[in-house]
C-alpha cells in the first residue's frame, strides 16, 4: 500500500473529511474517492458526515431570525460561500439533486425570499416538501400550502387530497385561491398545489446549487 494511502485511511478512520484529508496531504478528492468508493466503512462515515452537516444546518436556519440589518447582508454572503461546499457535498445525493432540479425547473426565482413550487402531481409535491426538510433542514411547521381551484371543486375535499398523497400537514395550508379556466375540458381534478418556504437564507443557497448543478452536468 502506498505511504499516503496508509495515511489517508488512517485519518479516514479518525472521521475526518475528503476535504480535511486534502487540506493534510495533498491527496486530490478524485483520488480519495477512487480509495475509498467500495469501502463499506468509509461510505458508513459520509453518510454519518453528511448528517452531521445537515443538523449543522438546522441550527443555523435556527439562529436566522435573530439575525438584522448589515449582519444579514454578510450571512447571505456566507451562505452563497457555503452553498459551493455544500454541492460537492451533496451532489450525489439523490434527493437533494431532485429537489435543486425540481426547484430549477418549476420555482419562483423572482422574489428574493420567495421558496414556491407549484405542481398538480402530489408525488412532485411531497418529493419537494422532503427536500425541504430533510435536506434544508426547513421547520415544518412554516411549511405553507395553497391551492389552486376551479369553482365546481371541493375546497375541502381537494386538501384532503393533498393531505393523504403528498403527505401534507392540514395545518400547512392557506386559503384556496379560485379561478375559472378558459377550457371547459382541460381540468385538474384536485387542483393546482403550491407549497412554499420563506428564506432568503436558503433561496441564496438555491440559486448557487442551480448554477453548479448546470455547471456540473453540461458537456
Known amino acids: 500500500m502506498r505511504r499516503d494511502k496508509s495515511e489517508t485511511v488512517k485519518l479516514r478512520t479518525t472521521g475526518k473529511s475528503y476535504n480535511e484529508i486534502r487540506k493534510l496531504l495533498g491527496v486530490p478528492k478524485a483520488t480519495l474517492s477512487d480509495w475509498f468508493r467500495n469501502q463499506k466503512w468509509s461510505r458508513k462515515l459520509t453518510r454519518k458526515l453528511n448528517q452531521k452537516f445537515l443538523e449543522q444546518n438546522k441550527i443555523r436556519l435556527a439562529r436566522l431570525d435573530k439575525i438584522r440589518g448589515e449582519n444579514l447582508r454578510k450571512l447571505y454572503e456566507e451562505a452563497r460561500r457555503e452553498a459551493e461546499k455544500e454541492f460537492h457535498l451533496l451532489k450525489h445525493h439523490p434527493l437533494f439533486i431532485a429537489g435543486v432540479s425540481i426547484y430549477w425547473g418549476e420555482g419562483d426565482k423572482?422574489?428574493?425570499?420567495?421558496?414556491?413550487?407549484?405542481?398538480?402531481?402530489?408525488?412532485?409535491?411531497?418529493?419537494?416538501?422532503?427536500?425541504?426538510?430533510?435536506?434544508?433542514?426547513a421547520e415544518e411547521t412554516r411549511i405553507r400550502v395553497s391551492l389552486l381551484l376551479y369553482p365546481d371543486l371541493n375546497d375541502q375535499n381537494c386538501?384532503?387530497?393533498?393531505?393523504?398523497?403528498?403527505?401534507?400537514?392540514?395545518?400547512?395550508?392557506?386559503?384556496?385561491?379560485v379561478i375559472r379556466g378558459r377550457s371547459k375540458n382541460k381540468r385538474v381534478a384536485y387542483g393546482v398545489c403550491g407549497i412554499s418556504y420563506s428564506s432568503r437564507f436558503l433561496k441564496e443557497k438555491m440559486l448557487i446549487w442551480i448554477r453548479l448543478l448546470g455547471h456540473e452536468y453540461h458537456q
Do not use: H, Q
Request: aromatic content about 12%; some cysteine; glycine content about 4%.
Open 159 to 177: 386538501k384532503k387530497y393533498w393531505v393523504e398523497n403528498a403527505g401534507l400537514s392540514e395545518n400547512c395550508f392557506t386559503k384556496s385561491v
Open 110 to 137: 423572482a422574489t428574493k425570499s420567495g421558496f414556491r413550487i407549484s405542481n398538480v402531481d402530489p408525488a412532485m409535491i411531497n418529493l419537494f416538501r422532503r427536500f425541504l426538510i430533510d435536506i434544508c433542514r
